[in-house]
């Protein structure tokens, strides 16, 4: 009766396969579940579990638990990050066609990463990076999905959740635990690249020599070459030295003006294409005869260029 506290603390067991009453070891999490386990599975999985279990056995004495006769080793990790980390030790074909860690936060994957280095199974490493991919991370937290990312030196997956990164405004996250291990440095890298990116998709929507010209029916509408029914005009492509006015309609223009200042909180295609925005440029292209056959075909193409035009130059970003 050393510990007599812990006696009457209940313990639960972990579900199949770590239910195995001929395992030879039990691994106890921090909220006390209980895990059958194969050391040998174990040892061959992680070098730091086969020096663990090389170590000659201590004399047995009150601080040697045994439950069943097998020894009892205590971890400090909750039983999530231990389920996926002995998932990830364990052969796929024990689990059936499609074995796989539960990941339901990034504090999940956060702290499996965690475990994985602490247990040497570097091999295991890019397998679970890849849940920071799923859609409701990258989506919902992309910051902190970059912030791992650069922790894990994992250059693909950083370079894409940055890419989510700025389809927001920033401090848009909570505050987040993996910001106090990374150095100021990343993070200012994000924000100088949040900006740069900003500045990469205003300079397509205010500079339009990019425009392809005869792709769009708006372009140069022949309604607007007779004097006096001019809306506006915007800057052509370079020709010879000279870069040439072209006109255009007003609607057209406010719609670039609108679409600016959206790019200014969302760096996105949804942004650009945005139905909202281009049902009213097409409703107001309605007014003219010329524009109203084609306007809603041609703005379509329209969103699609001017999309993938702000896609080119984000890409061509420095990070
Ligand atoms: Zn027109």
Redesign the pocket.
């Known amino acids: 009766m050393s510990h007599p506290a812990e006696f009457s603390l209940t313990f639960s067991d972990a579900p199949s396969p770590f239910d195995d009453p001929d395992a030879d070891l039990i691994i106890r999490s921090s909220d006390r579940v209980q895990f059958r386990v194969y050391k040998s599975l174990l040892s061959l999985a992680s070098p730091v579990f086969k020096d663990m279990f090389s170590l000659p056995q201590p004399p047995d004495g009150a601080n040697n638990e045994a439950v069943d006769g097998h020894p009892v080793v205590k971890f400090t990790e909750t039983s999530t990050t231990i389920h996926n980390l002995l998932i990830l030790c364990y052969p796929a074909y024990l689990f059936g066609s499609n074995p796989s860690p539960t990941i339901r936060s990034l504090s999940d994957v956060g702290n499996l990463l965690e475990a994985v280095t602490k247990y040497d199974m570097h091999k295991t490493r890019d397998t679970v990076c890849q849940f920071l991919l799923q859609p409701q991370f990258l989506e919902k937290e992309p910051l902190r999905v970059y912030v791992i990312a650069c922790r894990e030196r994992h250059e693909a997956i950083a370079r894409t959740a940055a890419r989510h990164v700025i389809r927001h405004e920033l401090l848009r996250e909570d505050f987040f635990s993996e910001l106090e291990m990374v150095d100021a440095g990343l993070l200012y890298q994000v924000l100088l690249y949040h900006k740069r990116c900003i500045l990469a998709a205003m300079a397509v929507a205010s500079d339009y020599t990019w425009i392809r010209e005869g792709h769009f ?2 372009r140069a ?4 070459m007779g004097i006096g029914s001019v809306d506006h005009t915007i800057q052509g492509k370079r020709k010879e030295g000279r870069v040439p006015a072209i006109k255009v ?1 007003g609607w057209w223009s406010k719609f670039m003006e609108d679409t600016k200042v959206a790019l200014q909180k969302s760096v996105s295609e949804e942004t650009i294409k945005d139905a909202g925005r281009v049902s009213e440029a097409c409703a107001a ?1 309605n007014q ?5 056959p084609v306007a809603v075909h041609y703005m379509e193409a329209f969103v699609d260029a001017f999309a993938k035009e702000v896609d080119k130059r984000i890409s061509q970003v420095r990070r």
Do not use: I, K, Q, Y
Not at 221 to 224: N, T, Y
Not at 288 to 292: D, Q, T, Y
């Open positions: 029916g708006f509408c022949p309604e607007l309609h292209a003219c005869s010329r524009c109203r």
